[in-house]
């Protein structure tokens, strides 16, 4: 439990028992009770209910409020022998209130609870069950503490229930959870609460959540990952103070509207997450997830869009598009070329997609570009990068071999489907406007969902060539094809030797210098391999391409070698006063009401070097706010630190940059991803 929610409960608290020593409340909450029977037999139990009716926009709350709020209370005044049991909850409803998560009650509600009737009286005697309630009333804006009296009066006798009153009775347990038949497990690890819940493969439930009862063993604002393997549902969530510390847990996990399981669980192994299951993890109508959806799948698009700008996918489009002017192909096979790209670039985001949730279902806190945490993966793509340079510089040519035709100058569908998978690849260190979100997003809907929101990004890669392959106009606007092409070629391999030099700088940020130095070994001896290609080449030799043979052999094991040390990103930026990132420490410093800039970065995100050199680390930036006390926490993602990326899914993001900002009231405000120094400079005013 966060030190806010404990502070806004004591306020609640501290604000009932002032209402409670004055008059009764107006009555934002109604309240009422009523029995199932009013001739109960004596010395039978009986249902009774107590009724809430909210005004409209008013709620009331469930027996664990969440991070505020208080449950319902009675002080019964009871006959002689009669004994009422406790409340029963319905099934909750969650709203989020300025990041608070509460658990409530937002339409007409009962609680329900047993009445045993003393067993001495006579048929005919007065039974006076009456009690004091004490409830909490929250619209948006305010919070009212309400009291007020409540009594039935029956008479002993036959025990009759009405079939009104069987139907009223029967809609209100309805709405109550069932028993769980089976024990459930719960294990704390890495920071999350891990919940298995044995439940019947062929049960159906739709926006599962799982509400606890035991309080502070779950981050309640938190986002829930709920996945099915066999016959249990698995769910995971960020863990909360007490979970460390839980011997039981008990709770409800709701599986359908007004439907859910009551459980008790025990400490155990939790099996790994399986196939993933929509959480409704807000108080999002079934509009608003198609509304979600399609944000996410037009930022994906336009995200996707924007990667075409960058220096290592931007050659690509070029040679792509200057060898449509080069050849002259006709409409039919102008647009055939251009769907095999498109085709090559959404396979190769649908493949990323599918491993990111692969591993995200196996527990792994991973997001877009995953694979670039991989110091090995880093070495395989300087490679790459370097040959693609030294072909564009025109150092060689390996058309015998078919990787010079097919990564940028063929013409046949398999050279533009290849190409398209070489531009997806390695467009992935970088993220951009309308890409966090939509990638965020992706991670909490259905698997179906998440893959067409891949499949956007590749579309949105793809759109340029697929618009020069389908109108016409736009390829009769290329420049004809001449001298200037081999020029065009040559300056296209600066931007690509840059993007190895910065991959060189990120494999050594990754393996330290030694790393970086077998990298750049490696990398010297392929580009000699490739030039004495070239040479043999221009000879008209047979197998000119055989040196390039041993130099893969040395690349292969070179990758397979690659050491890896922990991120230095963090320490660096340490020393320049900010400090690595800390949910502990941020929470520390957010209760003294200090102001905290926190921003995640990674040495592979391009938008992330360009905000930290532009507007993060400039001069005037850091003296506003060390002027103003605020502290800079830095979380470096570039190896896949786990608690980074619970906390980034937390935010509803998939990856970085994200920027946040603490203000000393206890605001949060969530940063535009491309920065600049007035933009900063301007939170501390």
């Known amino acids: 439990m966060t030190m806010i929610s404990n502070l806004l409960r004591l306020l609640a608290v501290l604000c009932l028992s002032i209402g409670w020593m004055g008059t009764a409340s107006a009555g934002h909450i109604t309240a009422s009770l009523d029995a199932e029977t009013l001739h109960p037999r004596p010395g039978s139990r009986i249902t009774i209910a107590l009724a809430m009716r909210p005004e409209r926009d008013w709620h009331g709350y469930w027996e664990n409020p969440g991070d505020a709020g208080i449950p319902t209370s009675v002080k019964w005044a009871l006959p002689a022998a009669a004994k009422v049991g406790p409340l029963r909850y319905p099934v909750p409803q969650r709203l989020i209130v300025q990041g608070l998560m509460n658990y409530v009650f937002e339409q007409p509600y009962a609680h329900l609870a047993t009445l045993d009737i003393p067993a001495g009286i006579k048929t005919g005697t007065p039974i006076h069950i009456a009690g004091e309630a004490n409830w909490l009333a929250c619209s948006p804006s305010i919070c009212v503490p309400e009291h007020g009296p409540v009594a039935i009066d029956l008479v002993a006798g036959d025990g009759a229930v009405t079939p009104a009153a069987r139907a009223r009775f029967d809609g209100w347990r309805a709405k109550l959870p069932l028993p769980l038949g089976q024990p459930a497990r719960f294990e704390h690890k890495g920071g999350q609460f891990r919940l298995a819940v044995p439940l019947p493969a062929g049960r159906p439930m739709s926006s599962p959540y799982f509400y606890p009862i035991t309080d502070g063993v779950i981050d309640y604002?938190?986002?829930?990952?709920?996945?099915?393997?066999?016959?249990?549902?698995?769910?995971?969530?960020?863990?909360?103070?007490?979970?460390?510390?839980?011997?039981?847990?008990?709770?409800?996990?709701?599986?359908?509207?007004?439907?859910?399981?009551?459980?008790?669980?025990?400490?155990?192994?939790?099996?790994?997450?399986?196939?993933?299951?929509?959480?409704?993890?807000?108080?999002?109508?079934?509009?608003?997830?198609?509304?979600?959806?399609?944000?996410?799948?037009?930022?994906?698009?336009?995200?996707?869009?924007?990667?075409?700008?960058?220096?290592?996918?931007?050659?690509?489009?070029?040679?792509?598009?200057?060898?449509?002017?080069?050849?002259?192909?006709?409409?039919?096979?102008?647009?055939?070329?251009?769907?095999?790209?498109?085709?090559?670039?959404?396979?190769?985001?649908?493949?990323?997609g599918v491993a990111l949730l692969a591993l995200r279902a196996g527990g792994a806190a991973v997001g877009w570009a995953f694979q670039l945490q991989d110091p090995r993966v880093i070495l395989l793509l300087l490679l790459l990068v370097v040959a693609i340079s030294l072909n564009l510089a025109g150092l060689f040519e390996l058309g015998s071999i078919g990787l010079g035709e097919t990564m940028t100058r063929g013409h046949s569908l398999s050279a533009a489907f290849w190409t398209g998978v070489l531009a997806a690849f390695v467009a992935t260190p970088c993220t951009g406007p309308f890409m966090a979100g939509a990638l965020g997003a992706a991670l909490i809907l259905p698997a179906a969902a998440a893959l067409a929101i891949f499949a956007g990004l590749g579309f949105g890669l793809a759109l340029p060539f697929l618009l020069l392959g389908f109108v016409p106009a736009l390829r009769r606007r290329l420049p004809k094809p001449g001298a200037w092409m081999n020029r065009l070629r040559h300056i296209l391999s600066v931007p690509m030797f840059m993007t190895a030099l910065g991959l060189s700088w990120i494999l050594g940020r990754q393996a330290g210098v030694d790393g970086m130095t077998l990298g750049l070994a490696i990398a010297l001896l392929f580009g000699l391999a490739l030039w004495w290609v070239g040479g043999r080449q221009g000879a008209g030799r047979r197998f000119a391409w055989a040196p390039a043979i041993p130099a893969l052999l040395l690349a292969v094991a070179a990758i397979a070698i690659v050491p890896r040390q922990p991120a230095q990103a963090s320490a660096a930026a340490a020393g320049d006063g900010a400090v690595p990132f800390s949910e502990s420490r941020l929470a520390g410093?957010?209760?003294?009401?200090?102001?905290?800039?926190?921003?995640?970065?990674?040495?592979?995100?391009?938008?992330?070097?360009?905000?930290?050199?532009?507007?993060?680390?400039?001069?005037?930036?850091?003296?506003?706010?060390?002027?103003?006390?605020?502290?800079?926490?830095?979380?470096d993602w570039t190896n896949g630190d786990p608690a980074i990326g619970r906390f980034l899914e937390a935010q509803g993001r998939s990856g970085v940059p994200l920027y946040l900002y603490y203000h000393a009231d206890g605001r949060i405000e969530t940063l535009p991803q491309l920065l600049t120094p007035s933009s900063l400079i301007t939170l501390t005013a």
């Open 221 to 352: 604002a938190a986002p829930q990952s709920v996945s099915r393997t066999g016959d249990m549902v698995v769910i995971e969530v960020r863990a909360g103070a007490s979970a460390a510390t839980a011997k039981s847990v008990s709770g409800v996990l709701a599986i359908g509207t007004d439907r859910g399981l009551a459980l008790t669980a025990a400490p155990g192994k939790v099996p790994a997450a399986g196939v993933a299951v929509v959480a409704d993890n807000g108080n999002d109508s079934g509009g608003g997830k198609r509304l979600t959806f399609a944000l996410a799948l037009g930022g994906a698009v336009l995200g996707g869009l924007l990667l075409n700008v960058m220096p290592c996918v931007f050659p690509i489009l070029s040679l792509k598009a200057m060898s449509l002017a080069r050849s002259g192909e006709t409409p039919a096979k102008a647009r055939a070329e251009a769907l095999a790209y498109a085709g090559g670039v959404i396979a190769s985001c649908l493949a990323l």
């Open 589 to 635: 410093l957010t209760a003294q009401k200090k102001p905290v800039f926190l921003y995640f970065t990674a040495d592979w995100c391009l938008t992330c070097k360009v905000n930290e050199k532009a507007a993060i680390e400039r001069v005037e930036v850091r003296r506003a706010f060390a002027d103003h006390g605020v502290t800079v926490m830095v979380g």
